[in-house]
Each structure stands twice: as structure tokens, then as C-alpha cells.
């Protein structure tokens, strides 16, 4: 069973910071590629951020270039969303999502194996 646990979420002004962490865990599970993916009331959830395990290169949303970084832990299996300079239209659940799998690519939410719950970020103008 592979778990992705996501924190880091919170309530914070517009122009302010967060950074969220996402942990992937379970039983010989290598991740081929993670990435972070977002849904605002009443939107479809759109692709924020994503990265390769193997070479490592960062791709992120034109809506959130310059602003948002994504970036391999450490630790095995395990990524962070570094987001500035944050916009009340940046307010939505942000999801961790990880896939074993090379097909797709990596702002294709159906090609992911394994998504978090979720963790609530809101930005106050």
C-alpha cells in the first residue's frame, strides 16, 4: 500500500509564502515522477508542478512560473512546492500525486498511480 501524505497548508496573506511537503511510503515503491496538482471551488483540477526522479529537472504551470518551485527531498520519495509571491487565485486544495510508470506526461493527472488527500492553502487578499 503506497501512501502519499501532504502537510504544509495554511492560511496566508497575499505576497506571503508556504511550502508544502509531500512524503510517498510503501513497500518497494520507487517513484518514477511526483507532482503537485491543485482544484479551486468549483474548477477542475489543474497541474501545478511536476519532477523526474531521474534527472531531476523541474517543470512547472506558466500560471505559476517564477513563483512556485517544486524540488526532491533527501529522503527518498519525497518533494516539496515552494510557493511565492502567493495570489489569492492561487486559494485551492493542493494534491501530491506520484506514478511508477514513464507513460503520460507529467501534467497528465490520469497517468498518476497514487495521489494525497489533500492539504487546504488559502490566500488572503
Known amino acids: 500500500q503506497v501512501q502519499l501524505v501532504e502537510s504544509g497548508g495554511g492560511l496566508v496573506q497575499a505576497g506571503g509564502s508556504l511550502r508544502l511537503s509531500c512524503a510517498a511510503s510503501g513497500h518497494a515503491f520507487t517513484a518514477y515522477a511526483m507532482a503537485w496538482f491543485r482544484q479551486a471551488p468549483g474548477k477542475e483540477r489543474e497541474f501545478v508542478a511536476g519532477?523526474?526522479?531521474?534527472?531531476?529537472?523541474?517543470f512547472s504551470a506558466d500560471s505559476v512560473k517564477g513563483r512556485f518551485t517544486i524540488s526532491r527531498g533527501n529522503a527518498k520519495n519525497t518533494v516539496y512546492l515552494h510557493m511565492n509571491s502567493l495570489k489569492p487565485e492561487d486559494t485551492a486544495v493542493y494534491y501530491c500525486a506520484a506514478k511508477t510508470m514513464s507513460f503520460g506526461g507529467l501534467s497528465d493527472a490520469p497517468s498518476y498511480d497514487y495521489w494525497g488527500q489533500g492539504t487546504q492553502v488559502t490566500v488572503s487578499s
Open positions: 519532477i523526474r526522479w531521474v534527472g531531476g529537472i523541474p
